[in-house]
């Protein structure tokens, strides 16, 4: 325990001298190593061959596929087509951005997929429009998460078959507190922009005239509307799966790009593929890195000795849910997002069924803390993500990320533990479970 | 004590849960505080095929896995079809002392890893996805145009285009949303342990029995010849009678699983003997001749000879 | 010897980018091609998965080594925030360096470690048999890159913290002249 405080503390320190955070995630893993005397010969096979899942391949794909959207024009006329609608709306525009993670979340299955594919396009309009640059990669990075509320989501899948619960059932359980997120940052967004002058808000204009606008920015936009048409109905229809659809999606902007909007020739296809492969290889380093660290912890079984270590302290059922609460957040930090879900499930779930929590009532638990964990820094490998994404530093999008937690992700959380009818409302209505 | 990390990637449910219980139960009490044993359930330590080559690697010290050809191809003979097509035969065969016991111990001492047993699991079927409507009997012409979801290896792809349908090989992360969502019809390799898991997108359940699921329960040979005598009679006997324990019972598990899936209300379909035989005829035909390019025709007639009665 | 340096270093980083859009293409073309097969041509692409895993770690390992050169890493500091003399910046970013090239070596050397592993137990891919040194080549060409760059970082690159660094990757910062300021 004292060995993982003081790991915590270097990882702390070197977060914050501006270390890369892979390197910083390798140092962890090293140092852990040598204070436990653990072997580290297979630390880096086995991250290889984490990063070596298909389904990983969605996120190169959709990183990819967004800068060639974004340098194709299929993005411009996608928000000039969304800003017909909301541009006399002050904040509008990032609550738009809210909203589409929580759509995106029923295409892919993770948030980092969410960051690339939204992020990309909406944080330099957002910037465009006046939006502090730190504002809008918070923005972004925070609703990343969203993707991971709404089915279908990577980790609740895995954590669902590993536990022996219905997959469908706890899918459901975190729509109702993924869309109460998305409402409340929706809020937050309102409230921070209203005092806001620098952020433009087009002028009000008649109903006939707006409808106008939006007939012409619908026209302009049908090749770039077409896409998110495509994207869902085929993975909804069978076509391909949520993985193949980041590659039907890149191979789509390329012909669109190219032969009806114009935006791609030779020169700014090449520009924008290394562009996002360049972009995707830096959240690679540091994903590749924590499934490093990840896996010293779980050879030492951290997360177990954690475990017991907090639910030794009481017997209090309140108080053994906050600490469980408080010990996703903390694996949330120390590990990948899928071992994560493994380790919720084999150390956790057992101790919460113990306690009389409906399973599926603690998967939604698990589902919005381990998203938490992911932008809570200092380890928080979404938001640095959005942070590179939006070309913001550390210090401008890390108290706007502090609004949104303190006051729409950690409410909802603790909402979630203490009142299971948000989980079981809609497993119960649509399946029936008891 | 001897610090050993013992690892296997199974849910909750599956059978390697149980099995564990007793081995690390068994060994407690005929080896006390000899081993400090880590656990690792789950698949935190990575996917069976990565667990098969860290035991390989000595980094696991034991661990229940699969047979995985990446490493040795003759073991594409353990998903070979039909090879035991009820429980009687699967134990005569694979059961403590089977008649193959002795040809995996020698491919598996060749990977740097001592079999302690093979484990059941369970007999394996086809699932239809909700909403689909089809009910594959007769092979091959019921088959035409199914899109099954096979495994990534080359013999479950064989088998089932042989048996008429369309394989597509897929990894089992993406199964459960291509079942919800229909970009195949059906899987194939499912024992009712994953029936059930994915119960809720499933709609149909042939029971074909086209193969039987074995787990390993193997050792880092290294670590194993580094124990003293006593500590690996301890090992093996806990092993026995874990597996002892597993070939009793995994029949009633099977069954308690079926009676589960059919109450859930998934159609349970059984083949008639006729059927049966068309099926039987297919694989022993073409598949069985097939596979003798991959492992030698040696290997293939040992299969013959162990499973002729 | 500086001109040879800066001719590799052009070569090897044209070179890298043009290994990432040919793996992109590759990438996505493979996966849209299986789509077509299974969705039209009710065919299957048996290989599909293992042979867009090994693009796909190519595509990774060639992106963390552009990634190195042009300083491009995800940071998280708040040294910004900090007024700190431009000397000890350039210790702080040294030092940054030296840890990094350590990380480097100290995984670079496991990974050599598995590759020899894996020829060893002569391991194959499951469907096409290939030798599964050939997925583990991307990480040893990565690695190796890698460190070298990093040395670079220490001691041909000037130790000064430029507006690039840390930031999204900016191909200015990867020319040697230009980043010394
Ligand atoms: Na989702
Ligand atoms: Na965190």
Redesign the pocket.
């Known amino acids: 325990m004292t060995t993982l405080a003081l790991i915590m503390l270097l990882i702390v320190i070197l977060l914050l001298v501006g270390m890369p955070v892979a390197y910083v995630f390798g140092v962890g893993a090293i140092g852990f190593a040598l204070f436990t005397g653990k072997s580290m010969s297979y630390l880096i096979p086995h991250a290889f061959w984490q990063l070596g899942s298909f389904t990983l391949l969605s996120l190169p794909l959709f990183i990819i596929a967004g800068a060639l959207m974004g340098a194709s024009g299929i993005s411009d006329r996608l928000v000039q087509f969304v800003n017909a609608f909301v541009g006399p709306i002050r904040g509008g525009l990032g609550s738009v951005t809210i909203v589409t993670c929580a759509l995106f979340?029923?295409?892919?299955?993770s948030g980092a997929s969410a960051i690339a594919a939204i992020g990309s396009i909406m944080i330099p309009k957002m910037v465009d429009q006046g939006y502090p640059r730190g504002y809008a990669s918070a923005l972004v990075g925070c609703s990343s998460v969203l993707?991971?509320?709404?089915?279908?989501?990577i980790p609740m899948i895995i954590f669902a078959l590993t536990g022996g619960l219905s997959v469908a059932a706890a899918f459901l359980s975190t729509i109702i507190p993924g869309i109460v997120i998305a409402l409340i940052y929706c809020l937050i967004n309102y409230i921070y922009l209203r005092k806001s002058d620098n952020v433009q808000v087009e002028e009000k204009i008649s109903l006939p005239e707006r409808s106008r606008v939006i007939a012409k920015a619908s026209k302009e936009a049908s090749w770039a509307i077409l896409m998110p048409v495509i994207m869902l109905g085929g993975i909804y229809g069978g076509i391909f799966t949520p993985t193949e659809a980041a590659a039907v999606a890149l191979a789509y902007t390329l012909p669109v790009g190219f032969l009806i909007y114009r935006g791609l020739n030779l020169q700014t296809a090449m520009t924008a593929i290394i562009r996002g492969a360049v972009s995707t290889g830096s959240i690679i380093a540091m994903i590749f890195f924590l499934f490093v660290m990840s896996r010293v912890m779980i050879m030492e079984q951290v997360p177990q000795q954690l475990s017991d270590f907090l639910i030794s302290l009481s017997d209090n059922k309140i108080v053994i849910l906050l600490l469980i609460n408080l010990l996703l957040i903390l694996i949330g930090m120390l590990v990948d997002d899928v071992s994560g879900s493994i380790l919720a499930s084999i150390i956790l779930l057992p101790v919460a069924m113990d306690l009389g929590v409906h399973p599926i009532h603690f998967a939604a638990i698990v589902g919005t803390n381990l998203g938490l964990g992911n932008i809570t820094p200092p380890c928080a490998p979404l938001l640095y993500m959005a942070g590179s994404v939006g070309n913001a530093q550390f210090n401008e999008y890390l108290k706007p990320t502090l609004r949104f937690i303190c006051l729409g992700h950690l409410p909802v959380v603790l909402a979630v533990t203490f009142i299971p009818d948000l989980a079981l409302f809609l497993p119960r209505l649509l399946m029936g479970i008891e | 004590a001897e610090e050993v990390v013992f690892a296997h990637a199974m849910s909750k449910e599956h059978i390697f849960n149980p099995i564990a219980d007793q081995f690390l139960a068994a060994l407690e009490q005929k080896a006390p505080g000899a081993f400090d044993v880590k656990y690792h359930p789950g698949g935190d330590l990575g996917d069976w095929t990565s667990q098969f080559e860290q035991t390989i690697a000595g980094e696991i010290g034991m661990t229940m896995t699969f047979p995985a050809t990446d490493f040795d191809p003759r073991l594409n003979i353990a998903s070979l079809g039909l090879v035991a097509s009820n429980w009687e035969e699967a134990t005569r065969v694979y059961g403590p002392g089977g008649s193959l016991v002795s040809t995996y111990e020698e491919i598996y001492a060749g990977l740097n890893m001592k079999l302690l047993a093979i484990l059941p699991v369970d007999f394996a079927g086809i699932a239809i996805r909700k909403g689909e409507g089809k009910v594959p009997v007769n092979f091959p012409e019921d088959a035409a145009g199914i899109k099954v979801r096979v495994p990534p290896t080359q013999i479950a792809i064989k088998r089932f285009e042989y048996l008429g349908f369309n394989p597509v090989p897929m990894p089992f992360s993406e199964l459960y949303t291509a079942l919800q969502l229909g970009s195949v019809d059906g899987r194939t390799f499912g024992p009712p342990s994953e029936i059930w898991q994915m119960r809720d997108v499933l709609e149909t359940y042939v029971f074909s029995r086209d193969f039987f699921e074995q787990g390993a329960f193997v050792v880092n040979m290294d670590w194993w010849n580094s124990l003293d005598a006593s500590e690996q009679k301890a090992l093996q006997a806990s092993a026995d009678d874990a597996s002892k324990w597993a070939w009793k019972e995994a029949e009633s598990i099977s069954e308690g699983l079926i009676a589960d899936i059919k109450a859930f209300g998934i159609d349970v379909v059984e083949l008639t003997p006729e059927q049966n035989a068309k099926m039987g005829q297919i694989i022993r035909d073409k598949e069985w001749t097939w596979i003798e390019s991959t492992v030698g025709k040696p290997l293939v007639d040992r299969i013959r000879t162990a499973t002729a009665h | 010897m500086k001109m040879f340096f800066e001719r590799a270093d052009h070569y090897l980083a044209v070179a890298c980018r043009f290994c990432l859009v040919f793996l992109t293409l590759f990438l996505t073309t493979m996966m849209a091609a299986a789509v077509f097969l299974r969705y039209v041509m009710d065919q299957s692409f048996p290989a599909i998965e293992e042979l867009s895993i090994l693009v796909g770690l190519w595509l990774y390992f060639i992106a963390m080594v552009v990634v190195t050169r042009e300083r491009g890493h995800l940071t998280g500091g708040i040294l910004d925030l900090l007024n700190l003399s431009t000397r000890t910046r350039a210790l702080i970013k040294g030092f940054n360096d030296l840890v990094g090239l350590l990380v480097i070596c100290f995984f670079g050397y496991y990974a050599f470690k598995y590759l020899f592993f894996v020829m060893k137990i002569n391991r194959v891919s499951t469907n096409l048999s290939w030798p599964t040194a050939l997925w583990v080549y991307s990480a040893i060409a990565g690695f190796t890159l890698m460190a070298i760059y990093k040395l670079r970082d220490l001691f041909i690159h000037k130790n000064s913290y430029t507006i690039y660094d840390n930031k999204s990757p900016h191909s200015k910062d990867a020319v040697l002249e230009e980043v010394s300021r």
């Open positions: 979340g029923a295409i892919a299955g993707a991971l509320l709404i089915p279908p989501s």
